[in-house]
């Protein structure tokens, strides 16, 4: 049984937000996507959102929040910083661009909003949340309310990999049947390159990761998951 008529999926066309955007039409009657660019050194990404939402046969709607994402200095959008290849022992690494999950959820919220859409869906991660704190579970709980007191509205935001790791987010997008989709369209790479990516980038090295361990037990890794 469908959870609800509508919902929103805060959409970057990489693996997680893909795989909740399969989940959501299997829990929703009408999705939609919205996506940011928030000036992303790899426009390429926003290009492979597109193709995907059009695969999945869902309204895809961008909005540009560089002015808001620009002024916090992070390795995914500005060119003179080094990416950090892993995670410094104290603090964040420079790949966390701050504050960018809190203004994706409000503007998806707002949107939402005017098109009379209560539930939002969003692939953040608490397991493998690579020291975002905008990924936790705590966060988002908070968001909720916040977003329910500003616009006295009833929002549910949805988390559906909040406690998977990067197998099992592998696992889900294979009882939705779409895992071929997720691994050869999406973009999560740093560095811009579709599917398996440039393989040493710290997303590329989460995802490859995950991808090895569950195709190296994929029976047992499905069946910590469930697609409905
Ligand atoms: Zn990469």
Redesign the pocket.
């Given at each position: 049984m469908k959870r609800g008529d509508k919902a929103l999926v805060v959409f970057s066309g990489g693996q997680d937000s893909t795989t909740c955007l399969f989940w959501a039409l299997r829990h929703f009657e009408k999705v939609r996507t919205i996506t940011f660019s928030y000036g992303q050194k790899h426009s390429i990404e926003i290009d492979a959102a597109r193709k995907i939402a059009e695969m999945a046969g869902v309204d895809f709607h961008t909005v540009d929040i560089t002015p808001i994402t620009a002024i916090g200095k992070n390795s995914l959008t500005d060119t003179t910083v080094v990416m950090d290849s892993e995670k410094p022992e104290t603090g964040c690494p420079n790949t966390f661009v701050p504050g960018r999950n809190l203004f994706f959820l409000s503007i998806a919220a707002v949107y939402a909003r005017e098109a009379g859409i209560h539930d939002l869906v969003t692939g953040v991660s608490q397991t493998d949340f690579s020291g975002y704190p905008d990924c936790r579970d705590s966060f988002i709980r908070s968001l909720n309310v916040t977003l329910n007191l500003a616009m006295d509205e009833q929002f549910v935001i949805h988390t559906p990999l909040m406690w998977l790791d990067k197998a099992q987010t592998w696992a889900l997008a294979d009882r939705l049947g779409v895992f071929d989709i997720v691994r050869n369209s999406t973009v999560?790479?740093?560095?811009?390159?579709p599917g398996e990516?440039?393989?040493?980038?710290?997303?590329?090295?989460l995802?490859n990761n995950g991808l090895k361990k569950y195709l190296s037990d994929r029976e047992s890794i499905l069946l910590t998951v469930s697609g409905i």
């Open positions: 999560t790479c740093y560095n811009g390159i990516g440039c393989g040493h980038c710290p997303s590329c090295l995802r």
